[in-house]
Structures are given as C-alpha cells and as structure tokens.
Nanobody
Framework: QVQLVESGGGLVQTGGSLRLSCAAS????????MGWYRQAPGKQRDLVAT???????NYADSVKGRFTVSRDNAKNTVYLQMDSLKPEDSGVYYC??????????????WGQGTQVTVSS
C-alpha cells in the first residue's frame, strides 16, 4: 500500500509564509506527477500547483509568483513553499501523487489534508 503524509500547515498572518511537505511511502515503483490541491469550506477542491517527475511545474493563476512547488525524488517528497499569504489562501491543503507500485498500475493517491489558516 501507499501512504502520503503531510505536514507544515498552521495559522499565519497575512503576508507570512508556510512550507508544506508531503512524503510518500510504501511499495512504490515510480512516482509521476505530484502536487497540491486546496479546498475552502463549502467549495470544491482546486488545483494549486503540480510538478512532474522531470521538474516541470504548473500553478493556479491565483498563486503564481507567491507559491513554489518542488520535489525531492530521492525522498519521494513534494513541497509547497507559500509566501505572501492572503486570507483567501486559507483551506485544507491536500497533496496528491500519481504512483505506480510493484503490484498495481498508475493510480492517484491523496494525503489526509493539512489546514492552513491565514488571518487578516
């Protein structure tokens, strides 16, 4: 089985920074794209940023220039550096990873979510 474990959420003031981490573990053969999604109360889960195994990145327009996604392939870990945070960045952040295991084909796995709250 595969597990994604997130860390790094919390409460921060407007303009502050947070760094989220998400480590994948289990019977992993290869990890393809990894990324972060955000869900505010009463809203759908939206893409924040993704990164391919080769390092190509994609960002939501609302976070471009403020957030940076990166990954450490040796550690099976994806990061999200969030700077210049705004109250509208608040929500539960979920990491995702497209993983092929030794016994199954490519499948999208999700973390349990970590709360980010930006106070005004």
């Amino acid at each position: 089985q595969v597990q994604l474990v997130e860390s790094g959420g919390g409460l921060v003031q407007t303009g502050g920074s947070l760094r989220l981490s998400c480590a994948a573990s289990g019977s992993i053969f290869s990890i393809h794209a990894m990324g972060w999604y955000r869900q505010a109360p009463g809203k759908q889960r939206d893409l924040v940023a993704t990164i391919t195994s080769g390092g190509s990145t994609n960002y939501a327009d609302s976070v471009k220039g403020r957030f940076t996604v990166s990954r450490d392939n040796a550690k099976n870990t994806v990061y999200l550096q969030m700077d210049s945070l705004k109250p509208e960045d608040s929500g539960v952040y979920y990491c995702e990873a497209d993983i092929t295991t030794y016994i199954s084909s490519n499948y999208r796995y999700w973390g349990q979510g970590t709360q980010v709250t930006v106070s005004s």
